[in-house]
């Protein structure tokens, strides 16, 4: 019997993650939405731009888009786990199915998904607590970096600066980065988390030119500055030329598109 | 007698004059500068000028030799890209700063400074740009300080201020003859105590915290103090982004972070 979980919480609670730990779980095919969330007073949404999905849909390669009509509307497999993940800052008033945001419902009619259990994290003892915060102020920037490559001593530079608040307060910050040897990495932060993770994606690009994967960056904080933040990155992305002289000896090596061990 | 050593000023005016200062109140006469009076930092003409009134014999550092001989450095002296392009807008804005006499200083300092068995260097007796790190190899580092010819070796360059003691240094060296004519020679040469010692830096301290820091040397007793001298931090960053350099600097800065990172590999040395 197919299941539709719509899965909510605040910026960096662990949504993805969860998320993804059940798909690994789960013995049959999979699906995945992500909602758009709704702006709450002080409080701005990222705009997403398909990075979670990017990230799910490399580590699970078999997985369903449920944002897209024609995968959405085709007849699902008994078995389908359904899990629609919205962006929420605020627990809601109800407990389980009554607390669903009826603003998302028309989203979800159009898809024709019906939620048969919703879980929030901060509220439902189910999920992981350590990391639901409560927001009362928080800004959202979001930069489409397709077709990118970093420089990787030049990353690991510019997030360090990131977390640390050289561009601002920075609560929230995730991103999916190429690198010139073919790998990429969706980076992680939280606040109340001690440590960045840099998560390999299991799909590696060949070493020809500047990848066709999304490449993003999403960050949500206070005080952002977005001028400083894009002028540092102009400075951590290769060039044409300097891609070229990084890429050329790995391609005598290199053996078509695979996937990571 | 005791004398201080300082290193690595890099243009930051309020961390000098809280060193100086420091120095002055305890008396201290004889004052070394191991260079890298500029570089990254707001202040580079009032920072040299002070050294200059000042009378403090300075060698040069990799930063002043760049200035006056033009970045040729290799890509290598950079651990990333971004390192590289604000090094490269720092270094212009110094050179555009600096005045013609302050570079005839700069270019005229040398790169060695000599007290009878002490010994001054930016990085090492071999390079301005050469890193002797804490941890470096034991051989290596007595090779360094015996090239020099000193029982003390005072150099900076790292940011990172040290003392090294290097004892029961032994070299044997066995000579073996063509065809075994005659017996193999040997000799054994023992060393006796070196030290040497890291001033860290006044102008962009990467010790932890964000005070100035340098070294005094007490000849009488061989005693070496790490003196750590708090300053106005938030003048210097103010100037960084009032005079246009990269606000990032400031917020190093301001956390104790350099200006720019160390290089992965600190012991390569550039070979121009």
Redesign the interface.
Known sequence: MSQTWLISGPPGCGKTSWILEQFKVHRGPSGYLRLTGYPDEGLAQARDGGLDLAYLSDQCPALLDLGDPDQALAPHPADLLALIELPQFHPPAQPGLEGVDRRVLPQLQALHLTPDRHLHFGRDSELPQQDTLDFSHLQAWSLNLNTTVW?P??L???WF?LV???YGDVYRAKALMNLPDGRAFFCNWMVSQEASQFLPLQLLSPPDGRPERLSRLVVQGKDLDPV?IEA?LR??L?SDA?LELQQAPLRQRHTPPTRSA | MAHAVISCLHANLAALEAVLSDIDQRGIKTITCLGDLVGYGPHPNEVVNLVRERGIPSCQGCWDEDIIEGLNACECSY?????E??GHRAHQWTAEQLNDDNKAFLASLPMVLRRDRLVFVHGSPNSQHEYLLPDMDAFAALERVQTADADILFCGHTHRPYVRELRDGVIRVRVQTPMGSQPAAERETAWPVRRIVNAGSVGEPRHGNTHATYVIHDEATGNVEIREVPYDVERTCRAIVEVGLP??FA??LR?GFEYA?RA?DASHVCER
């Open positions: 420089d001593d030049s690991s530079s510019f600066e640390n608040g050289a400083a540092t400075e951590c290769l300097v | 651990p990333s890209q971004l390192a392009r604000r606000p990032v917020w190093r956390h990172e992965d």
